[in-house]
């Protein structure tokens, strides 16, 4: 069934895949059949993903999704694909730009690559709104996911590039709470010395050991699109308090979202 249904939805995703079921980027019809038939089964299964806000995301056109980061590792960005390739009629790739060190990984780099995850440099984005792509971005960086337990719904600072882009592209921006990957992925400490022996960031550590996500139910909550007006060339200080709209946005998502659940008896 699962099968059924990722090659139902690869059948109605609107890339221009070649004779060889390759897009003008390299994303790959068959790679993301085989990364989504197994994110489907996190998706449904092990998180149970409860995705509200589906209608905000755009069904054709330029788009940026921009949200908090949440949990140890990547299951944030994975989940917020997904949930754009399960829950969207008609189904759409959201393509993130990749932490630098995800292209140093020789398997990792190709597997992302095929499924529309480059390198973040601004060139490359930019480029893919220009081509009317769904952009998934994390303005909080690896310091979001770097956040320890107590601290998983805060937000620390956002970076301004992603607005200076969305004004030069002219592109709406999808405000999303992410809520539970701190749950999922419980950091009690981070080993920055051994991550950059292994060319990462850092290592999460969990109360296990092991930074593997536990079954928690993940949600994602979209909101409605902002749209700011302007050029990218503006002052620092007009940049910013854009940036700050945003994150106030995402936060009040966040802060209601995490209410809703400690009531419905869901561990916050």
């Known amino acids: 069934m699962r099968r059924q249904e990722v090659q139902e939805r690869l059948g109605r995703l609107e890339l221009p895949f ?65 949930s754009c390739f399960l829950e969207a009629n008609p189904p759409r790739l959201a393509q993130a730009m990749a932490e630098k060190f995800i292209g140093a990984m020789p398997l990792a780099s190709v597997w992302a690559s095929r499924c529309g995850h480059f390198t973040g440099l601004p060139e490359n984005a930019q480029r893919l709104l220009e081509d009317e792509r769904l952009l998934l971005v994390f303005p909080e960086g690896a310091r979001g996911t770097a956040k320890l337990y107590p601290q998983r719904y805060d937000l620390v600072d956002f970076g301004t590039g992603f607005m200076r882009l ?22 009690v400490a981070n080993l920055y010395g051994l991550g950059r022996a292994l060319g990462m960031p850092y290592v999460p550590v969990t109360p296990y050991l092991l930074p593997l996500p536990l079954p928690v139910p993940l949600e994602i909550h979209y909101g409605e699109p902002l749209v700011f007006e302007g050029t990218g060339n503006e002052e620092d200080s007009v940049i910013q308090g854009y940036v700050e709209r945003v994150k106030t946005r995402i936060a009040d998502i966040i802060e209601k979202r995490r209410h809703e659940r400690w009531q419905g008896g869901v561990k916050p």
Do not use: Q
């Open 18 to 82: 070649n004779a060889y079921g390759v897009d003008p980027y390299g994303v790959s019809r068959w790679h993301l059949g085989v990364v989504f038939e197994a994110m489907a089964f996190f998706y449904r299964n092990y998180f149970r993903v409860r995705c509200h806000g589906i209608e905000h995301v755009p069904a054709r056109g330029r788009a940026m999704l921009v949200g908090n980061h949440s949990g140890g590792v990547a299951v944030d960005g994975a989940m917020i694909v997904t």
């Open 166 to 187: 969305a004004l030069k592209t002219r592109a709406p921006i999808i405000p999303f709470g992410f809520l539970g990957g701190g749950s999922a992925i419980p950091t």
